[in-house]
């Protein structure tokens, strides 16, 4: 299920008021569960109740999704799309 997505002018009324992290702070995470791979888009949606970084990287021709807490930063997990 896709969850409602965040727009420019949403997320930063929430990064200003402290509610997530900035996107370079999730990205900093994220090359910790990398092993290699090219950013090719970054989306900031509302799942049930909670606002959720995902990222896509193309890896050796295949798309990975890295999902992050956009509060805490936790990693959420990977697959493949």
Request: glycine share 8%.
């Amino acid at each position: 299920m896709a969850g409602e997505d965040i727009d420019q002018d949403q997320a930063l009324e929430l990064r200003q008021a402290g509610e997530i992290l900035s996107l370079e702070q999730i990205l900093e995470r994220a090359r910790r569960h990398l092993r290699r791979g090219r950013l090719i888009r970054a989306e900031l949606e509302r799942e049930d109740g909670h606002l959720i970084y995902e990222l896509e990287y193309l890896d050796a021709g295949e798309v990975w999704e890295f999902s992050f807490d956009a509060a805490t930063g936790e990693f959420l997990g990977e697959e493949r799309d």
